[in-house]
């Protein structure tokens, strides 16, 4: 091989190396502050209005509702519920996969492709690939979505995922189809259709922190 495209390759192996330690740090901090999440709603008697989110200010913020989404999805979270908000994700999506137990799948934000970075990245090697572009209120990038597309295929045919099993979501507050591209390729996801999915599991989620801590992200994402 080449001595500079060893030199390439060797620098997107040390950028995809830091990036996935950045993701499971990110993972580690969301999943240490809940934690340690005070019960204020049942010390402190907290005003039903007092949303934590609201406090902290994350309101539309993109990349740490990206965040916060992938802290739910992620199978190496630290606690047990994060395969029941896997399950609705998908039945949100409307994707079936045809086999009732999925282990071992990764979650990454901020994914780099060649010819772009999407917000969400689910996959599991040689069964499925999930691409997720949340869109709050940035407008997309040249077409951006046909770039991530591609990048999509590309990750796919190196995973070998077959292509009726990579998955393009486009989610955003309205459920609107991209601009960019031929949107007849994306899943359409509005927060409000995954807000009412996630809000069926409450009853099942043993841990009141992690009710809290949901209740006050889909009271936010709801009414985006």
């Not at 996801?189 to 009853?203: D, G, W």
Request: proline share 3%; hydrophobic share 35%; glycine share 4%.
């Amino acid at each position: 091989m080449d001595t500079r495209l060893k030199k390439i390759k060797k620098f997107i192996e040390v950028f995809d190396s830091r990036r996935v330690k950045r993701d499971e740090k990110r993972i580690e901090v969301i999943g240490n502050f809940i934690k340690n999440f005070s019960d204020f709603n049942r010390i402190s008697n907290r005003p039903i209005d007092c949303n934590m989110f609201k406090l902290l200010k994350l309101n539309d913020d993109e990349v740490k509702n990206s965040a916060i989404l992938t802290w739910l999805l992620n199978p190496r979270a630290n606690y047990y519920e994060n395969k029941i908000f896997f399950d609705a994700f998908l039945k949100s999506c409307g994707i079936d996969l045809s086999f009732d137990r999925i282990d071992n799948y990764s979650v990454r934000t901020e994914f780099p492709g060649m010819e772009s970075i999407v917000d969400l990245l689910i996959y599991k090697k040689g069964t499925f690939i999930i691409y997720v572009e949340n869109k709050i209120n940035a407008q997309e990038g040249i077409d951006q979505c046909t770039r991530e597309l591609r990048d999509l295929h590309r990750l796919g045919n190196r995973l070998k995922v077959q292509m009726d099993k990579q998955f393009a979501i486009f989610l955003t507050p309205d459920g609107r189809k991209p601009e960019s591209g031929d949107h007849k390729h994306w899943r359409t996801l509005s927060y409000v259709e995954l807000s009412t999915t996630f809000r069926q599991l409450i009853p099942e989620i043993k841990s009141e922190k992690i009710r809290y801590v949901l209740e006050d992200w889909l009271e936010i994402v709801s009414n985006f």
